[in-house]
């Protein structure tokens, strides 16, 4: 364009000289300056930021009606839910989401995980640490053995070995870290050379859960927290403007599950309907789903007495509904009793203490891990960047599709999975 306007000029050979001087050098200090300013987006390969929002139910955009969530969304995708894997927990679920495996396969088939004579539980840091629990490959995984580097600023699974691997970069979980330093450190993680840059990165928030839990999807105090939430997305996204590469980037927002009330006096206790001493080797409690593991030859026994139990549902391995993909997996107890939406399944010991010392036991709390099946659980999709369709509403897909569509992005080899890109590749550009 410039040239083409200096041959134009019609003038004496100085002067054309002159203009032909200062062309050349605004040439230079143009394409000079596009370099030096945004030198990062020269040179950034697919990259993928992923980040959980805890607890952050599929109808908090629309309810709560967050600014940056809800223009992510706006200019990239969102699924009208999506599908979380059972039991809508919290580990079993961040691990089906980097690895596209349904719990039963990855063998974090609860928050807490019974095998080798103990129990994996999300504060036993050093089994936390030990790759022997996590099965399957997470993306970061997939990514570092096909020559890319990842780095978490928190993840479930992100501080053990897995297959020996860990992502370049990680983080022990302290949940006391500043939600808007973990921002921080991904935007830092992003001016690094291109060599040691990562292209997957991986971040995570328990606010909106924490909340939640204390108050119920419907509080007031839960609206401030997926406000809150939204300013931690709000900074990234101007980190990333300030970069020059806030449309270069993906950003994929997701949550583990969703969020129902609880009123705390709709309580089951197992204990009235059979010896919960007697006649097992370990019952792993929570109040929505209670992994039983009956003294051998006690199965029966304890079946027929919580078998047609009014607000809890107990099934043997075997005969779980197919719809929920855990009859299989050897960690998966024998005997799993989930709670009715709303209700708790707990015993004597815990609960009656526990109720003595609540506050307003009349106040809704809320609570998740029950069946897949309730509105309430489905968790949040949102995805942003040159990937993505703009404006694009996706149908309901589960958790397990998450691990092919940013292996798709990264060019990265899928490793064996429970996902099928085709089921949500409508999504991608
Ligand atoms: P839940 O009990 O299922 O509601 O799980 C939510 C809690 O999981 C959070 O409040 C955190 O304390 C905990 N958590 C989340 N990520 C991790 C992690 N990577 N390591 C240990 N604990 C975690
Ligand atoms: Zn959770
Ligand atoms: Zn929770």
Redesign the pocket.
Known sequence: MILKNIKNIHSGPEHLMKRYISAILLIIITVGGVVGESSKAQDLKPTVILISL??FRWDYLDKFSPPTLNRLAKNGVRAKWMIPSFPT???PN?YTVVTGLYPQNHGIVE?SVYDFGTTLT??KREE?QNGRWWLGEPIWVTAEKQGQRAASI??????ARISGITPTDWLV?N?DMPNTLRIDRVLALLDRPATTRPTLITT?F?HT??VG?AFGPDAEETKYSVHEVDTYIERLMAGLKKRGIDNRVNVIITS??GMANVDVRKVTFLDDHFDTEALTERIIW?SEIIQIFPKPGKLEEIYAKVKDLPHTTCWKKGEIPARLNYNDGPRVAPLICSSELGWMTNNHEWYDPWFKRLDAPERPRGA??YDNKYQEMQATFIAHGPAFKKGFTAEPFENVEVYNIMCRILNLTPAKNDGDLSRVKAMLR
């Open positions: 805890d607890g927990k919290t580990f961040h928050n999300m504060s936390v928190f993840w479930p699974g992100s501080e979980y949940g995570y328990s859960d924490d839990h583990d599950h929570t998740h891990g």
